[in-house]
């Protein structure tokens, strides 16, 4: 890939462009950082992670035992250069540049490969040189602002520019460069963008199946998409108008081969707009149609594709398969609400949404979790697509005494795509109520809410009741001393009235105190408890409990204004009792909302021999997956970074 072709071009012409003499700023700085990571697993078993739900607290530790040694232990030295520098001239052009270097060593590994964050997108990131990270030049005149940079990440209407997926599924691609053109015309606020995106293969367990660097070398792979449109918005006296149209450019079409000449262009508008009808009633709506060329067969929206298994056949992998008869009729989206203030402190919201089934965003540009259809809200129905439907929320600040505010959720959505290749979509009506109390030093809250999925054509008959309470504490908040305790309370039930079969009875408490101590100028302690204690008993597995022990000891010490120490003790320890065989696991499991999974016997994501097949996740989540024997772990991680900035 050319990564500052169009940057190049550009820098060029500005040159060109200023003044012989032009006063020029410059600014430098960076930071420099080392890292030293021991962590130690105890009682750990060989082939298994703790990535993913593992554990009551919901979040895994991101580390793996992928050894035969049951008393694993790992060392990592990380050291870290970035250097920045921005240059001004004559306040019209800004150039931002920065630089890495990053040496990240773990048992041998590339970072994201083997032993390390395997379900992330493998990056080789084996003692790199300093490297090129940023570029971005701007170019501010009296008519218009110009932006070109190799890392094109601007939001517009996510539901046109599909959200991403992170986290769990991978650190994102780069999007390219691209050239980002603000303006205001005849008082319309307009975008103009043009920018290069890439099409990935999900990554595997070694380091050549990135899904950007494919090889130890660091070949890149090349843009195949070229996207490009204008956002147009406008302010009226009682409202806004707003308008996104976007056109995606398959390059393979302009090169000799299978789809030279062919129509893969696919074409996006979005129209939206809020009116005020009075100062107690606002109208809202939205239109957004796509237009597939007539030789598209899928469109790829995301880059990395969890489950990239066969198991599931090729439809699940794709998901966006276009290529049948009518497939690409459905491609419309509607949508409109309204809000309502009929009383002080009183404020109603509610919406009707129509999704055409065949409508999907198309490749986006932000960084947060959300569905891979480009729908705001992600659900564990991972893929699940767009909610069409109705919805009603209200929320109630009582000007009395505590200061509660009521709040009721009314859903009835059809999620379009949820059982793929037209079939009939999942049904979810979801009802929450809540209250919260908040004064001062402490908060209270507690909601409870049922949520149902039906679909007749598939058997589908769920019934999920969630009821929460929480609250927090402040016991000290001075300048010297904060001191903290929280606690959570959850009761949690899914029955498959299908097959009358009650899935989950979950009972779960969880208590924590946290504090920070300034000895003095220098050196700030931190330390921290959380306890938390579950249980499980319900048609399937019975008498299953879980408790988990978290411990954080921190300090970090001044040395100078730009020159710090840190070092942080972590202890977890994670006890599962349950006996389940794999069946009873997967059929319970696999049920549950994935914030509920805490006894997943899955979610050590036992690892085959290669002579077995390889990884588990290759296969996606089947029986195979789960591990009836898995029963906790106990680690200690020592981190010491020593931070240098300039």
Not at 431 to 442: K, L, N, R, Y
Not at 451 to 476: A, P, Q
Not at 491 to 515: H, M, P, V
Request: charged share 25%; glycine share 8%.
């Amino acid at each position: 890939m050319k990564k500052i072709s169009l940057l190049l071009t550009f820098v060029l012409i500005c040159s060109l462009a200023l003044p012989a003499f032009a006063e020029t700023e410059i600014e430098f700085n960076g930071g420099l950082w080392f890292t030293f990571d021991e962590f130690t697993e105890v009682d750990g078993k060989p082939f298994y992670s703790m990535n993913g739900n593992t554990n009551i607290f919901g979040t895994g530790d991101w580390k793996q035992s992928t050894s035969d040694n049951g008393n694993d232990n790992r060392e990592k030295f990380e050291s870290q250069l970035v250097l920045n520098t921005k240059i001004k001239i004559d306040d019209i052009v800004t150039i931002d540049v920065g630089f890495e270097s990053l040496t990240d060593e773990f048992v041998g590994y590339p970072n994201g490969t083997g032993a390390t964050r395997v379900q992330e997108a493998p990056t080789v990131r084996d003692n790199p040189p300093v490297q090129l990270k940023d570029l971005t030049l701007t170019a501010d005149t009296q008519y218009a602002k110009i932006i070109a940079t190799n890392n094109f990440n601007y939001n517009f209407n996510e539901r046109v520019l599909a959200t991403q997926f992170e986290d769990n599924w991978g650190e994102m691609n780069p999007y390219g460069e691209g050239i980002l053109v603000q303006t205001d015309i005849a008082g319309v606020a307009t975008q103009g963008f043009i920018f290069q995106a890439t099409k990935s293969q999900a990554g595997t367990a070694s380091s050549a199946g990135d899904d950007i660097i494919v090889n130890n070398h660091e070949t890149f792979k090349k843009a195949d998409k070229l996207i490009y449109g204008a956002d147009l918005k406008k302010d009226l006296a009682k409202g806004k108008v707003g308008a996104l149209i976007i056109n995606t450019h398959d390059k393979s079409s302009d090169e000799q081969g299978d789809n030279f000449d062919k129509d893969l262009d696919n074409l996006h508008l979005a129209i939206n707009g809020e009116y005020s009808l009075t100062d107690k009633v606002t109208l809202n709506g939205e239109f957004i149609t796509a237009q597939y060329g007539d030789d598209v067969t899928e469109v790829m929206n995301v880059h990395n594709l969890p489950y990239p298994s066969t198991d599931f056949g090729p439809e699940h992998i794709i998901g966006y398969d276009l290529s049948g008869a009518g497939a690409k009729e459905d491609t419309d989206i509607f949508e409109v609400g309204a809000t309502v203030k009929p009383l002080p402190n009183l404020k109603v919201n509610t919406f009707y949404k129509n999704v055409g089934e065949d409508y999907i965003a198309v490749i986006g540009a932000d960084h947060d979790m959300d569905s891979w259809f480009g729908d705001a809200n992600f659900n564990y129905g991972d893929g699940n697509g767009y909610e069409k439907g109705l919805g009603l929320n209200v929320s109630y600040d009582l000007k009395t005494f505590f200061n509660p505010t009521l709040t009721l959720d009314l859903t009835n959505y059809e999620m379009t795509r949820s059982q793929l290749n037209n079939a009939q979509d999942d049904t979810e009506r979801e009802i929450e109520a809540g209250v919260s109390f908040g004064d001062g030093p402490w908060s209270l809250g507690a909601s409870y809410r049922i949520m149902t999925r039906e679909n007749d054509d598939f058997d589908v008959d769920m019934e999920y009741n969630d009821f929460n309470v929480n609250g927090s504490y402040k016991l000290i908040n001075d300048e010297r001393l904060t001191a903290d305790i929280h606690g959570d309370i959850n009761y949690y039930t899914g029955d498959d009235k299908a097959i009358n079969q009650n899935f989950s009875t979950e009972t779960r408490f969880k208590l924590g105190a946290g504090s920070s101590y300034k000895l003095n100028e220098l050196v700030t302690l931190t330390s921290s408890y959380d306890f938390g204690y579950a249980t499980e008993d319900n048609d399937v597995i019975k008498d299953a409990s879980g408790q988990q022990h978290l411990i954080k000891l921190g300090a970090s010490y001044k040395i100078t204004e730009n020159t710090s120490f840190t070092v942080m003790y972590k202890y977890d320890n994670y006890n599962l009792d349950r006996e389940a065989t794999a069946e009873e696991l997967q059929n319970s499991v696999y049920k549950k909302e994935a914030e509920h999974q805490w006894y997943d016997g899955g979610e050590s994501w036992e690892h085959e021999p290669a002579e077995q097949g390889g990884y588990a996740w290759d296969y996606g989540p089947t029986i195979k997956n789960v591990a009836p024997t898995y029963s906790g772990y106990t680690t200690h991680e020592i981190k010491a970074t020593y931070n240098i900035n300039f």
